[in-house]
């Protein structure tokens, strides 16, 4: 069953409604937001962060693996274990000391709790969560649409978005930020949805390259 955004996206051309058609519904659009505390989901996009999507689970796996939790460690537990022991899971020290400041700030307040950050807008979650060390604007973007489930993101810094409109489009070259973000205006207020299907672009042709090679 088609979404109110996939059905926007799809007549915005013909490239999109083939790209709808060929990758289905959006689950961003029509599925329950995980129930994570935002430091957790934060510390999953850390780990995420410049790091292709299988790396990031084994990364983050053994991350958990440390703690021997079914889903989580409590902060308390982050902040008690030794930065190298973290390091010693894959993530970078960048990383490890974004980390600990998610924990550090989930137990000060400074990181809101999830009832708070649904009550809160994008812009200032936005600002709010960026003084943390380590969390950019990609991080923050990736816990709204992932997390939060919030319709309107766009994360135009985001390689395989920029990657996916090229392609999309049949370009030379991927546009710059500032370039897709002005394109991204036709996709209000479904640019969370846009995202999506610009990564399942990427996915597409990468699938039909390794089908070719066979």
């Not at 709808?20 to 780990?47: F, K, S």
């Not at 939790?69 to 010693?88: K, M, N, S």
């Not at 990181?111 to 809160?120: G, N, T």
């Not at 936005?126 to 060390?133: C, G, K």
Request: net charge positive.
């Amino acid at each position: 069953m088609r979404t109110p955004a996939c059905e926007f996206l799809r007549r915005l051309d013909a490239d999109w409604r083939d790209l709808v058609d060929a990758m289905g519904p959006c689950p961003l659009a029509n599925a329950a937001a995980p129930a994570r505390e935002p430091w957790q989901a934060l510390a999953r996009a850390v780990a995420g962060q410049q790091v292709h999507g299988k790396a990031a689970e084994a990364i983050f796996g053994r991350f958990l693996a440390l703690y021997q939790a079914p889903e989580y460690p409590r902060p308390e537990q982050v902040l008690a274990t030794e930065p190298d022991i973290l390091r010693g899971c894959g993530l970078s020290a960048a990383k490890t000391r974004a980390i600990i400041a998610l924990a550090h700030g989930a137990v000060s307040g400074e990181v809101p709790s999830l009832a708070q950050a649904q009550a809160m807008s994008d812009d200032a979650l936005t600002e709010r969560l960026t003084a943390l060390p380590g969390i950019g604007p990609w991080t923050v973007q990736m816990f709204l649409m992932h997390t939060l489930r919030r319709p309107d993101v766009m994360p135009v810094a985001d390689f395989g978005v920029r990657e996916g409109w090229r392609l999309l489009k049949g370009l030379d070259k991927q546009p710059t930020p500032k370039a897709l973000l002005i394109e991204a205006e036709a996709w209000r207020p479904h640019r969370s949805a846009a995202a999506w299907y610009l990564w399942r672009a990427v996915d597409r042709v990468k699938a039909q390259q390794q089908e070719f090679s066979r």
